[in-house]
């Protein structure tokens, strides 16, 4: 079966601090891994997906394939970096739906 | 990046009516258009995948007389609640499944800013 996993609901950091934000997956086969994020009172947007192998707004994520996860890192939070974050898989070249983990809330304190 | 749309934004309607809700893509043709419903405080659930052309595929539990989905051309998928009730009171996303830019053999999703259905 497919499914993700984020363990934290709510994830509250200072700023300057580091961040990860947890993912875990299951999946028969290949699949792809992404972030999203959703910003207040905006729509869901890519963030960064695990073939692209980018660093997107100081954020990366490494695909373990031995531990099955996909965690978001930051070293360094800023404020603006508040906001909900989902994790999604799908089929290998992203062409089937995307499944969505329930997401994380990070709060960056000032 | 490609830009998706949605109307209304929001809505309110009264048990036993139906509603329609539109999902555009603006500058760009998509063959694969995906609905999901998120329930507050909980994460995106898919739907149906809407195929243009062809009859929309349903996700196991997801009552396809209940929600009407057509995909008439690349550019326009719309989803009607039908007999609605305060069950089906949520917020509905689109999305539409576009080929990368990169030229390789992949894809990406944009996403509308999602519909508020509100049932009374």
């Known amino acids: 079966a497919q499914r993700v996993t984020?363990?934290?609901?709510?994830?509250?950091?200072?700023?300057?601090?580091?961040?990860?934000?947890?993912c875990n997956y299951s999946y028969s086969g290949s699949p792809e891994l992404f972030w999203y994020?959703?910003?207040?009172?905006?729509?869901?947007?890519?963030?960064?997906?695990?073939?692209?192998?980018?660093?997107?707004?100081?954020?990366?994520a490494d695909l373990n394939k031995g531990e099955t996860s996909f965690h978001l890192k930051k070293?360094?939070?800023?404020?603006?970096d508040s906001a909900m974050y989902y994790c999604a898989l799908s089929g290998l070249s992203g062409n089937t739906p995307l499944?969505?983990?329930?997401?994380t809330r990070l709060s960056v304190i000032a | 990046g490609a830009v998706v749309s949605q109307h209304p934004s929001w809505v309110i309607c009264?048990?036993?009516?139906?509603?329609?809700?539109?999902?555009?893509?603006?500058?760009?043709?998509?063959?694969?258009?995906f609905w999901y419903r998120q329930f507050p405080k909980q994460s995106l659930m898919l739907m149906a995948t809407?195929?243009?052309?062809?009859?929309?595929?349903?996700?196991?539990g997801v009552e396809k007389d209940k929600f009407l989905i057509n995909h008439a051309s690349l550019t326009l998928s719309t989803l009607t609640v039908t007999s609605a009730?305060?069950?089906?009171?949520?917020?509905?996303?689109?999305?539409?499944?576009?080929?990368?830019?990169?030229?390789?053999?992949?894809?990406?999703?944009?996403?509308?800013?999602?519909?508020?259905?509100?049932?009374?």
Do not use: W
């Not at chain 1, 070293?75 to 603006?80: D, G, H, L, N």
């Not at chain 1, 499944?99 to 997401?103: E, L, M, N």
């Not at chain 2, 809407?50 to 196991?60: C, F, L, P, R, V």
């Open chain 2, 14 to 33: 009264k048990s036993g009516t139906s509603v329609k809700i539109e999902c555009r893509s603006l500058d760009f043709q998509a063959t694969t258009m």
């Open chain 1, 75 to 80: 070293p360094f939070a800023q404020e603006e």
């Open chain 2, 50 to 60: 809407s195929n243009e052309g062809s009859k929309a595929t349903y996700e196991q």
């Open chain 1, 6 to 22: 984020q363990p934290e609901k709510l994830l509250s950091v200072f700023k300057g601090a580091p961040v990860e934000l947890k």
């Open chain 1, 37 to 60: 994020v959703q910003y207040s009172r905006q729509r869901l947007q890519l963030l960064l997906r695990h073939i692209s192998r980018e660093s997107i707004k100081g954020f990366t």
């Open chain 1, 99 to 103: 499944v969505f983990g329930k997401g």
């Open chain 2, 85 to 120: 009730h305060p069950e089906d009171s949520s917020f509905y996303i689109c999305s539409a499944r576009v080929p990368s830019t990169s030229g390789t053999l992949v894809y990406e999703q944009y996403f509308g800013p999602g519909t508020r259905l509100t049932v009374t």
